[in-house]
């Protein structure tokens, strides 16, 4: 079996004369955090959507867990949970029966599991509220929590702390980065805001134009002179 939880090889998605994305190669092992970062359009969207078998991929192969998406997908993508672009909520309900309700797409997901994934994000004391009442770090926390129930080991989220403020932002750092360390979790999160992944990536990978332009930073104080250089 592989060592990389996600792997994508020369990764490329073209529209006629247009690449949208051109060789992209990332690999992730579990346990850390990967952080994809670029500018609105630059590819972070389209890179997520080719993983998740959303979109054709044009060229190239993406693996999870050792599964190839094209030919293996069901096998690939039950090791992923995932949020693109903003958690589906039902904001009458609680947050307990949005968590219901995405539990009954699962076989094994019973009262028990839900119940570890609530005290695992933090949302024991209000679980029982309804969405509408939530703040949007605590939907965010819940979105991810619905997108864990599976026991996924790979989790992908886009752009998870665009319009958060300071305190949700915080939230989702220190949740996701107990995922990683608690739950031994690959993740991978994009977004075109440097500045709130450089405290909690272990790598980063800067993508401009459909390519990746700097690979796998590892240096955090260097990461903005590099993010400046483009």
């Known amino acids: 079996m592989t060592k990389f939880i996600c ?35 630059a590819g972070k969207t389209t890179t997520i959507k080719l993983i998740l078998g959303l979109q054709n991929i044009t060229s190239g192969k993406v693996y999870i867990n ?30 307990y029966e949005n968590l219901k309700l995405v539990a009954n797409l699962y076989k094994n997901v ?16 209000r679980i029982k509220d309804k969405v509408s009442k939530y703040s949007l770090g605590m939907r965010q926390r819940l979105g991810i929590a619905q ?13 998870p702390t665009n319009g958060l403020d300071p305190e949700g932002i915080k939230e989702v750092k220190v949740l996701l980065k107990r995922l990683a360390e608690k739950e031994n979790m690959a993740i991978l999160i994009s977004s075109h805001n440097l500045a709130e992944l450089d405290t909690f990536c272990n790598k980063i990978s800067i993508i401009k134009n459909g390519e990746i332009v700097k690979k796998d930073l590892m240096e955090k104080n260097k990461w903005n002179e590099e993010f400046a250089d483009l």
């Open 7 to 41: 792997e994508t090889k020369n990764l490329s998605k073209k529209y006629k004369d247009f690449y949208a994305l051109k060789n992209v190669n990332l690999t992730i092992p579990k346990g850390e955090i990967y952080g994809l970062v670029g500018e609105n359009g």
């Open 66 to 95: 050792g599964y190839n998406i094209e030919e293996n997908f069901t096998k690939a993508i039950q090791s992923v949970g995932t949020i693109v672009e903003s958690p589906d909520l039902y904001m009458y309900m609680s947050g």
């Open 110 to 125: 019973d009262t028990n599991r839900i119940n570890e994934i609530v005290k695992l994000v933090g949302l024991e004391n």
């Open 147 to 159: 997108a864990l129930l599976h026991n996924p080991k790979l989790l992908i989220l886009d752009e």
